[in-house]
């Protein structure tokens, strides 16, 4: 089921949201490129804004609050029913919390956590917000990965802190790739080990109906694409939007 109506199992991927310096314009970008509406939050809120699909939310848009900022990503936030408990449980396994757990007036509970490998990531534990209302399905989040490094380390830190499997990819033997599955075996997502990585970092992989066509939209309106390609798991474009942002958007095959 693509809907989502009540909060994520612990460690789940459950909202994104991409600070930046221009609202106005990543609106009309993202707009573009996946069909979203948009619900602009008030200026007391900091303009945060929902990303919607149908109504729903998939995604949060909000102004940078460092106005001298020139580096952007979308943050992911993992799904957690004890934000306290597990912003702990983190720095126990050889984390750091930067943000303290703090409420979201009835929205719900978070904290930001950086891994012992330098990624960066939030937890959420859900009030009035879920988190994102549709996934896996086209213009939506459809998985996230961890781009390291230390592919060890973040194993074993992941491990500790979600009680994740840890899973080879028979698929894909020459690359260096770990699935993460929760306890009940649903997969999550995966980490990659690169040595050759400029920044340890999640990545978010939107699902569209047609990459190709996705791309051409991404150039025709201030982003940049790389060319598709196809994988084992279907056929894939990296995206950069006109702030920097990068993220991929991907069909998927036969085997995903």
Request: charged share 25%; with cysteine.
């Amino acid at each position: 089921m693509s809907e989502v109506t009540t909060a994520q199992p612990p460690g789940t991927p459950t909202w994104l949201d991409l600070g930046i310096p221009d609202l106005d314009r990543a609106m009309g970008f993202y707009g573009a490129v996946f069909g979203w509406e948009f619900e602009v939050g008030p200026e007391e809120a900091g303009r945060y804004t929902q990303c919607l699909l149908r109504g729903r939310r998939v995604a949060g848009l909000m102004p940078h609050q460092d106005p001298d900022a020139t580096e952007f990503w979308w943050n992911l936030y993992f799904a957690t029913d004890d934000c306290d408990a597990t912003a702990a449980t983190a720095e126990r396994a050889g984390g750091s919390v930067v943000t303290a757990p703090t409420d979201v007036m009835d929205e719900g509970r978070m904290a930001i956590v950086r891994d012992p490998t330098g990624a960066q990531f939030g937890l959420w534990q859900a009030g009035a917000h879920l988190g994102c209302e549709l996934v896996n399905e086209p213009n939506a989040l459809l998985r996230n990965d961890l781009l390291t490094r230390d592919p060890a380390a973040a194993r074993e830190f992941y491990r500790a802190v979600f009680d994740y499997s840890l899973d080879g990819d028979p698929n894909m033997p020459d690359a260096d790739f770990t699935f993460l599955r929760r306890p009940d075996g649903h997969e999550i997502g995966g980490i990659v080990g690169d040595p050759s990585a400029e920044r340890p970092g999640w990545g978010t992989l939107f699902q569209v109906d047609d990459v190709d066509e996705t791309v051409r939209r991404v150039r025709d309106n201030g982003g940049t694409a790389a060319d598709p390609f196809d994988m084992v798991y279907g056929r894939l474009a990296g995206i950069t939007d006109p702030f920097g942002a990068t993220f991929q958007v991907g069909s998927p095959g036969a085997e995903a």
